[in-house]
């Protein structure tokens, strides 16, 4: 009887396995990165290996992840739009902890060409999750793609050393959100006073209807001022003959923490006063600047636009919009560009840190109740661009001079603190904005002292 003769076989499951593995391949190479694939006569459990190299250079950096890869053309356990359960085996398990490397899973549709992917060293470090044995990929954060490889070079990359940006090798221009102070108002007046707290001041004044301008501070039993104590109406609340004039350097050159923190103290009251003169508002409760509101002759509640000089032409932006209830068509809130401000001290230099902001009102002034949830959602929408259309907007409005307006004839007043040029240097080398202004690792609000970004 002749023997019948046998063929070597590849399985329908093989097919599928090495099309998962192509996918994966080609997925590292079109984030710029190597696939070294493992050799696949020895069953280890690993199918590749991922070196991270840097795109813009070529430079591989030896930091490395295993890889492995778990392909199938059937349904995925408990599978949704939004995720599904992939169930490991214990072996798998223990082979993947032992590493001294990061190892990662990835779960392939060959004929769907999607890919899901973990790092199991991190989800199985909970005993709980590797007694189950299962992984659950979640498909909106876990995609295996190319806009993938800055999470895997945080995986790659050792902990002391974090992850990195590749820069590019062009020069760049980079603002700062710091707008140069040119000249503070010469002289400080100093003088004693019988008033005990500014509150009594300010009945004081109001009482009288005497228009008391902003710039000026009650410390230990003295008025400090940047006008003339020794004029009307300062004399009314001061002791003439105690005025002291000295100039302004002699605190704002000065290195004793409290002289500073006075200085810019009496510096911010100084800018309240500017800012009136630049027809802006300020709010107690959001503690920053705003653009008011505007109404028609009707007594109707309307949006109007800014126009300002950016860096290359005139442009213009909607400062305040109103928005109406849908179904009333009544006004339920105005929107208000707005603006946080600090003076800081660099290298015997001062500036103001410009932190642009928002507040929502419901009749131009009263703090809409909900003004928190709508801050919060604009600001996880905005990026990079737009709060540098709003930093430049803020320094026109800071540095241009001011003129008559409904507000009022200021014309033949001017601000007393002049303001120059934001801060700004050239780099050698750029920085990709699309990658470092993710979602996932913009920096966290708490973290953020200008909170920028949410």
């Known amino acids: 009887m002749r023997e019948k003769r046998r063929y070597k076989q590849i399985t329908p499951k093989q097919i599928t396995g090495q099309r998962g593995v192509n996918l994966v391949e080609q997925i590292v190479l079109e984030m710029g990165f190597v696939w070294h694939p493992t050799n696949a006569s020895l069953e280890s459990g690993i199918d590749g290996i991922i070196e991270i190299r840097d795109p813009a250079t070529g430079e591989t950096t030896n930091n490395i992840i295993q890889v492995q890869v778990k392909a199938t053309e059937e349904e995925w356990i408990s599978d949704t739009p939004e995720s599904f359960v992939y169930r490991c085996k214990a072996r798998d398990i223990d082979y993947w902890m032992r590493s001294n490397t990061p190892v990662i899973l990835i779960a392939v549709s060959p004929n769907r060409r999607e890919a899901y992917w973990t790092n199991v060293k991190e989800v199985f470090s909970d005993s709980t999750k590797r007694n189950e044995k299962k992984v659950v990929f979640d498909k909106a954060t876990r995609r295996f793609s190319a806009s993938a490889a800055l999470d895997l070079m945080?995986?790659?990359?050792?902990?002391?050393?974090?992850?990195?940006?590749?820069?590019?090798?062009?020069?760049?221009?980079?603002?700062?959100?710091?707008?140069?102070?040119?000249?503070?108002?010469?002289?400080?007046?100093?003088?004693?006073?019988?008033?005990?707290?500014?509150?009594?001041?300010?009945?004081?004044?109001?009482?009288?209807?005497?228009?008391?301008?902003?710039?000026?501070?009650?410390?230990?039993?003295?008025?400090?001022?940047?006008?003339?104590?020794?004029?009307?109406?300062?004399?009314?609340?001061?002791?003439?003959?105690?005025?002291?004039?000295?100039g302004t350097d002699e605190w704002s050159d000065s290195d004793d923490p409290d002289i500073q923190r006075e200085f810019v103290r009496l510096m911010n009251q100084t800018l309240r006063a500017d800012m009136h003169i630049r027809h802006l508002w300020y709010s107690k409760e959001e503690q920053c600047f705003f653009f008011p509101a505007r109404w028609s002759d009707s007594g109707e509640p309307k949006s109007w636009k800014y126009h300002y000089e950016s860096l290359r032409t005139w442009t213009s932006r909607e400062v305040v919009s109103c928005h109406r209830n849908p179904e009333t068509a009544r006004v339920a809130y105005y929107r208000h560009n707005a603006m946080r401000a600090d003076f800081l001290r660099i290298n015997n230099k001062w500036y103001l840190a410009i932190i642009p902001h928002y507040v929502y009102t419901i009749d131009g002034k009263t703090i809409y109740p909900y003004a928190e949830d709508l801050l919060s959602g604009i600001k996880r929408i905005e990026r990079q661009n737009a709060v540098f259309g709003q930093t430049i907007m803020w320094k026109h409005k800071l540095t241009f001079t001011p003129y008559s307006t409904f507000f009022g004839d200021h014309s033949n007043e001017k601000p007393l603190i002049v303001f120059g040029h934001l801060l700004k240097l050239k780099s050698g080398q750029g920085l990709d904005d699309e990658s470092w202004l993710r979602d996932d690792i913009l920096i966290e609000e708490e973290s953020d002292g200008w909170g920028l970004f949410q």
């Open 154 to 246: 945080k995986v790659a990359v050792h902990k002391d050393i974090g992850p990195y940006l590749p820069a590019t090798e062009h020069e760049e221009t980079l603002y700062s959100n710091l707008l140069e102070v040119e000249t503070f108002p010469r002289s400080i007046y100093s003088a004693a006073t019988d008033y005990r707290s500014p509150e009594e001041i300010f009945d004081w004044s109001k009482k009288g209807r005497v228009n008391l301008p902003s710039g000026w501070l009650l410390t230990e039993k003295m008025v400090r001022s940047v006008y003339d104590l020794r004029e009307e109406p300062w004399t009314q609340i001061c002791d003439r003959g105690s005025v002291e004039e000295f």
